[in-house]
């Protein structure tokens, strides 16, 4: 548990409405995609942990195929609703898709190969409780991809996400202005705070499930990895809404170096 000692004193009301965790993946192997299915399981009070939705994209290899499935049929301790597409449809097209499988009020998305943290969820979905239009993100740190070893504590604290004129995603310092919104509503805790930001990274979020299908969902005809980082950001700034990120909610991703990956 890598928080910091006034995060672990934070109380949230008991009853913040179910959650479905979607997971989409291709050619994942098993204990990647477990790993992260079992430290959410661990890691979550159950009563707000609804189900997963597992959705094969289309994956060719074997292990992704039928000990994936067999592996989703072992789990007890919460409900794996399990999908695979014969053809791989791309990821924006396999989110959309799955959001119609998830039955909670609210869908937290995550990368199908991330670990989540003690006191995950409860920030995550909070402001959501209290707004249904607001959509947050964590922190992310990072997963090395040659060792799988979880770095923690590296993510950007003092950041905020957002786009240039090429809608080319990066993060950048977070403005005097927001420091000082933070600071006046939360003039003791301000540092542990969410953050209102411009955009999002697009792979890990969190969403009520009924404003993710008002806002239109995803624009299926994406088909380079990246677009989802401005897609719904711009969606929701069109709505006069706010994203927020929430700086108690830490989650740790494979970060595949420089790759470019299709979608």
């Not at 098993?30 to 890691?43: E, L, W």
């Not at 290899?61 to 409900?79: D, R, Y």
């Not at 994406?222 to 711009?234: A, D, L, Q, R, Y």
Request: aromatic share 10%; glycine share 6%.
């Amino acid at each position: 548990d890598t928080r910091p000692q006034s995060c672990l004193a934070q109380r949230y009301p008991r009853n913040m409405g179910t959650v479905s965790v979607v997971l989409i993946y291709y050619n994942e192997a098993v204990s990647v995609v477990f790993r992260t299915i079992y430290s959410a399981i661990n890691r979550s009070p159950r009563h707000l942990l609804k189900e997963f939705v597992l959705y094969d994209d289309g994956s060719v290899w074997e292990e992704s195929i039928g000990a994936m499935k067999a592996e989703a049929e072992k789990v007890a301790e919460v409900p794996i609703v399990y999908y695979r597409n014969t053809t791989r449809g791309g990821l924006m097209r396999a989110r959309t898709s799955a959001a119609n499988f998830a039955t909670g009020d609210i869908m937290v998305y995550l990368d199908s190969h991330c670990e989540v943290l003690p006191g995950w969820l409860e920030p995550l979905i909070e402001p959501i409780y209290r707004d249904p239009t607001a959509v947050t993100c964590p922190v992310i740190d990072t997963i090395e991809w040659d060792s799988m070893k979880l770095l923690s504590g590296r993510a950007p604290m003092s950041a905020i996400g957002s786009f240039n004129i090429l809608l080319n995603y990066n993060w950048y310092p977070i403005p005097e202005v927001e420091q000082a919104r933070r600071k006046a509503l939360h003039p003791k805790e301000w540092a542990i705070s969410p953050i209102r930001s411009p955009a999002m990274a697009g792979g890990l979020f969190a969403i009520n499930r009924q404003y993710f299908h008002d806002l239109g969902a995803y624009d299926t005809q994406m088909n380079v990895w990246g677009g989802e980082n401005t897609e719904i950001s711009i969606r929701k700034n069109t709505r006069a809404t706010e994203n927020t990120r929430a700086t108690r909610a830490t989650e740790n991703t494979i970060f595949p170096g420089s790759t470019f990956l299709p979608i």
